[in-house]
């Protein structure tokens, strides 16, 4: 089984809008920024074997904020800036008939079929607290990028870093000392 990084989208690989502490998507391909670093921590978490999947909300597409096809360019550029393998865009507005909407796990569950992920040994890269809801959810480790935005974490993370570049650090670190564990239990059995 795959194993992969799920990433927020707004906050995490691009910049998030702030107004009054809490943070919005752009609303132009002109606003949409990529964050400092992002490329190349993506790069280095799939060249260590991770997928790369961006999951994000987008209910202003439904409530009619946003157009689809302005979010649509979004993604298109992302796919071209960022070498991500997936993108997964729940559209709904929150409620109990949409499984897909963080903190609820839906599209972390869609990627695992379509991609055979291990959810056990995945993380997911947040910088709200309904990534970190996901994740738990979904049975993922999860790291926050605390921004100090004005809302409170209703789970704990597992890990609090700076930025996604920093988020990747970690999870190669971590990666590295278990791959190496579990290769000296596997030499200890032969």
């Known amino acids: 089984m795959n194993r992969a990084v799920f990433l927020d989208r707004d ?3 691009n910049r998030a809008v702030v107004r009054s502490g809490k943070p919005y998507p752009p ?3 002109d606003q ?4 400092p670093g992002v490329p190349k921590a993506v790069a280095d978490l799939r060249s260590a074997g991770f997928l790369a999947i ?3 909300n987008q209910p202003d597409v439904t409530t009619g904020i946003q157009e689809r096809g302005v979010v649509d360019a979004m993604h298109d550029y992302l796919r071209q800036a960022v070498p991500v393998d997936d993108i997964k865009i729940c559209f709904c507005i929150e409620g109990p008939t949409c499984n897909c909407y963080k903190p609820k796990p839906g599209m ?3 990627a695992a079929r379509d991609w055979s992920i291990n959810l056990s040994e995945s993380y997911i890269v947040g910088d709200r ?5 996901a994740g738990k959810a ?4 999860t790291l926050f990028i605390d921004y100090g935005y004005d809302e409170e974490l209703k789970d704990k993370p597992d890990i ?6 920093d988020a990747a650090n970690m999870i190669l670190q971590q990666t590295a000392v278990r791959d190496e564990a579990m290769t000296s239990t596997e030499m200890r059995r032969k």
């Open 138 to 141: 979904a049975g993922c480790r």
């Open 54 to 56: 961006v999951v994000t």
């Open 160 to 165: 609090v870093v700076r930025d996604l570049p």
């Open 11 to 13: 906050g995490v690989l």
């Open 129 to 133: 607290w309904r990534d970190i809801g």
């Open 27 to 29: 609303q132009s391909l």
């Open 108 to 110: 972390l569950l869609a």
């Open 32 to 35: 949409f920024e990529i964050l």
